[in-house]
């Protein structure tokens, strides 16, 4: 190896480490969010989905198999709707319980 030979500074420079740890703590931040956000958003869906069981659709515009497809797909809906409206708290710890499971926090 010459003295002409061309070292990438990103080889050699410790500060290059230090960003790119720093970037994948940031990634794993987000993933984490996302997937705490959609755990929430789950769990409200399970929460809601007993307040529509006991409602039942006239026979000549509903009912029927296809209208308990529907429901289960609104509820779904409906709880990503209120997860993403701030939810009901259990994002935030969620996340943090991710994060520490990783030693990322």
């Given at each position: ?14 500060r ?11 990634l ?10 959609d ?12 307040m529509?069981?006991g ?26 709707i209120?997860?993403n409206?701030g ?12 994060l ?6």
């Amino acid at each position: 190896m010459g003295p002409d030979t061309f070292i990438p500074e990103a080889i050699i420079s410790p500060r290059s480490g230090l960003d790119n740890l720093s970037k994948k703590k940031d990634l794993a931040q987000e993933e984490a969010r996302k997937y705490a956000e959609d755990f929430e958003a789950m769990f409200i869906s399970q929460m809601l989905s007993p307040m529509f069981e006991g409602t039942d659709t006239p026979a000549p515009f509903g009912g029927g198999q296809g209208e308990k497809v529907f429901r289960s797909f609104m509820i779904q809906e409906y709880g990503k709707i209120m997860s993403n409206a701030g939810g009901v708290g259990l994002a935030d710890t969620v996340m943090n319980e991710i994060l520490e499971a990783q030693e990322i926090r």
